[in-house]
């Protein structure tokens, strides 16, 4: 035992004298380097996690150990085909994962375009702010009469060709214009209303049906493409139903359903206004105080 251990011993020390002889020769260019793959392997993890793509590189993977073992194996007619079949698989990975780095390429568009409209967020906010009272008004009054809505509020990811797939506009949000295009009669009440930093931009507009097959039979084509819409982009989808009136929000391929009034409105505030939620708390750290407690009361007398 005590043999076992001296030996074990001399080899962790020699290892850590060849960590420290090589330590010298590594260059801020070299940890650069490693930082920037271990980041973008990061990213790519978290995009294909709890997607249809971390199951294709769960077959990807098991392909690559076939090979491997075939080739120690010394099976060679199974080597050759996988052998083979490599040759196109870059070829074929771009073609499935092709929304996935379609999404990419387009955030990264949007960030740089974003940069731009950076000099003047102050006059952003509150029409921002005031779209989502009207929405939340709108939908409010909708949802009583069982009114079908879809309305898309744009983020980081542009939507310019969904925009196009319906009738442009430039018009401020209001809950009067929002019932009126979203009217039953109305010839654009069937497409989705696209709003763009409190801004219709769109309206009629058709928006990517969801690929998941895991949704629930009962959801309607209303609720599948604002999912959709939701997993192609980062976008923030409000929906209400037509057969029940009941409202939801669909956020990253995830739909939130049943919501009241106060809730969504507290949900697109938070969704779309962060900085500004994260601004008023550091400004005013008493008022959000009293208003926790003020919360915390009315919960305890509902319960």
Known sequence: MRMGKVCNMEKILSVLENIKGYLPLIRLADLLDVAIVAYLVYK?????????AANIL??????LAALWLSSKLN??????????????????????????????LEQLGSKNIRLLRTLAPEKELPELERAIDQTVLACTEMSRTRTGVLIVFERKILLDDVVRSGTTLDASV?????KNI???????????VIIRNGRILGAGCMLPLSKNVNLSRDLGMRHRAGIGMSENSDAVVVIVSEETGSISVAIGGML????????????????????????DKA???????LRTRRKGAQNDEEE
């Open 174 to 178: 209001s809950s009067e214009l929002l």
């Open 75 to 104: 099976l060679r007619v199974v080597n050759y085909i996988l052998s083979h079949m490599v040759e196109w698989g870059v070829l074929a990975l771009i073609i499935v994962f092709q929304p996935e780095i379609r999404r990419i």
């Open 44 to 52: 790519l993890l978290s995009l294909v996690k709890s997607t249809r």
């Open 58 to 63: 769960k077959g990807v993977a098991i392909f």
């Open 182 to 192: 979203f009217f039953v009669k109305a010839p654009m009440h069937d497409g989705a």
């Open 283 to 289: 400004r005013f750290p008493l008022r959000e105080l």
């Open 256 to 279: 939130k359903r049943h919501l009241q009034a106060e809730t969504l409105s507290q949900l697109l505030h938070n969704e779309l206004m962060p900085q500004q939620e994260e601004t």
